[in-house]
């Protein structure tokens, strides 16, 4: 199976400009997450969503959003962007029943640089 | 709050030495552990689960509930095990089980 695809892979803006990651899930998984990693605060949790609904979310402010689709593929929307945003931003899937009765491994994509000037 | 701590940023070993990343974890439910790793420019993926009970690549790890320890042990280090490796938390929180909480990463350098 193809892995988890993200586009762009890099990305620059300016301070107050917002931006529109993709992430596009291996293909049977319905779960897709979303991660920021940046030097100073590591890998921390943005949301999940779970056909078409977020079911968890992170202590990030609300310029940060997310959808999916019915084809499980995921945007994640940040708005009036900030210096602090410049990181890279992961995305996750994983395959999930619906009952969702225990932890599913998530399978990680190469992620996209965001670079806030 | 549930939470990740790995204590070392950087493990420095020579090749053929053992090697004991340390993770210990806060959270009063029924964790699970994982540990991630990421080689040099590829994406991060799972190197193990506490629930399988593998052994990966000659990586181990046991989790402890006792000491909230799930610490990953190799008895002799390789060169390809240089990597970034992230000890990773997840249980019933909110509502939802599949949200991961890393810890900081522990860098290990293994020297020939």
């Known amino acids: 199976k193809a892995g988890v695809t993200q586009t762009p892979r890099y990305l620059i803006k300016t301070r107050g400009q917002q931006v529109t990651l993709s992430c596009s899930p291996i293909s049977g998984h319905r779960s897709v997450s979303w991660y920021q990693q940046t030097p100073g605060q590591g890998l921390q949790f943005l949301f999940e969503y779970f056909s078409e609904t977020q079911r968890n979310k992170g202590n990030f402010p609300g310029r940060f959003s997310g959808r999916q689709f019915s084809n499980s593929r995921s945007e994640m929307n940040v708005s009036t962007l900030e210096l602090g945003d410049s990181a890279l931003y992961l995305c996750a899937s994983s395959y999930i029943r619906e009952n969702r009765d225990r932890v599913y491994e998530q399978y990680f994509g190469p992620g996209t640089r965001l670079t806030v000037t | 709050a549930q939470r990740v701590t790995q204590p070392e940023k950087l493990l420095s070993v020579f090749k053929g030495a053992p090697v004991e990343l340390k993770c210990n974890y806060s959270?009063?439910?029924?964790?699970?552990l994982f540990w991630y790793v990421q080689y040099s420019r590829q994406r991060l993926q799972l190197l193990l689960r506490h629930i399988s009970r593998e052994s990966i690549k000659g990586f181990t790890a046991d989790l402890n509930k006792g000491e909230t320890s799930f610490h990953l042990k190799k008895p002799f280090a390789q060169e390809e095990d240089s990597a970034m490796y992230y000890c990773a938390l997840s249980g019933w929180f909110s509502g939802g089980y599949n949200k991961l909480i890393f810890g900081a990463g522990t860098r290990l350098a293994v020297h020939p």
């Open positions: 959270y009063s439910g029924s964790p699970e």
